[in-house]
């Protein structure tokens, strides 16, 4: 079984995650946490009260850190408490309550923390020597943000909102990737590393139909997920993304089509029964 630590500061989320993790097979969740500090001590086995101080000590909510204070993450503006380098402070058993480790192989990591952003938290694992591998699970969509996730070893990235579906891929693919990696011996050549490295790949399953576009396919996929439960229609999605009814309602076919998302009748007081959209989970 491949154990995971899942990361993230909106408890909601973060129950959600926990459950789609436990639906797929071979991964359980080794635990939940809620803040950097606390995914480093979980991953070092350690109940003590030193951690990672970043941005998100300020006050300022995940999604309200200005970007160019998000930029100065990649540039290392964090500390750990008491001053140190992350590696200094978490890697030494003396400033820890305990330095017996729990397995965690895999952390979904949200960046946006209260305590500091998830690429401090990748920085500070690799200085403490955790090797734990990291799917990032966020919101953040700068350019800039993505080449820094790579430099630090993020493995995949997952971007808000998602569905199960594509949350089951990445975890699918990722223990292909790693049942081929963890084995002993040596590749034959370059096509066994390109095979190991193109099972971390998403595989383009298809090809939008003409005159749609991946923005508003994703606009409208959120506006699914924000609905109330007794579903989307056509026209609240038209008038949440900015399109016209027919065009909302084009979308939502298509979800339903590629098993994404399930039409539920809508019986009103007179006349047909609306169709209203739900994502599949």
């Known amino acids: 079984m491949i154990s995971v ?42 109940a003590g009260n030193r951690g990672l101080r970043g941005h998100g000590d300020r006050g300022d909510s995940a999604d309200e850190v200005p970007l160019s204070r998000r930029q100065g993450v990649m540039q290392q503006d964090w500390t750990v408490a008491g001053n140190q380098s992350p590696g200094d402070s978490i890697a030494d058993p003396s400033s820890q309550a305990s330095t017996e480790r729990r397995r965690v192989d895999l952390i979904l990591l949200d960046f946006y923390l209260p305590d500091t952003h998830g690429l401090a938290v990748c920085q500070a694992l690799r200085a403490a020597g955790v090797a734990a591998d990291v799917i990032a699970v966020t919101s953040a969509r700068d350019l800039a943000m993505v080449r820094a996730a790579v430099s630090a070893g993020v493995v995949q990235y997952l971007l808000k909102p998602f569905t199960f579906a594509s949350l089951r891929e990445k975890l699918e693919r ?17 096509a066994d590393v390109d095979g190991m490295f193109a099972e971390l790949r998403t595989a383009d399953h298809r090809t939008l139909p003409k005159g749609m576009s991946g923005e508003t396919l994703d606009a409208v996929t959120a506006a699914l997920h924000a609905a109330a439960e007794d579903g989307l229609s056509a026209a609240a999605a038209a008038e949440t993304v900015g399109a016209s009814r027919v065009t909302a309602r084009r979308y939502l076919e298509y ?27």
């Open 174 to 190: 990722y223990a292909r990737f790693r049942d081929q990696v963890s084995g002993p011996g040596e590749v034959t050549g370059q």
């Open 5 to 46: 630590l899942v990361v993230e500061d909106d408890p909601v989320a973060a129950e959600a995650h926990r459950l789609y993790v436990e639906r797929i097979a071979g991964f359980t969740v080794a635990g939940v946490v809620h803040a950097g500090g606390e995914a480093v001590r979980f991953c070092l086995g350690a």
């Open 255 to 281: 979800l339903a089509d590629n098993g994404l998302a399930q039409r539920r009748p809508h019986y009103g007081q007179v006349g047909r029964p609306e169709v209203r959209y739900v994502p599949v989970t």
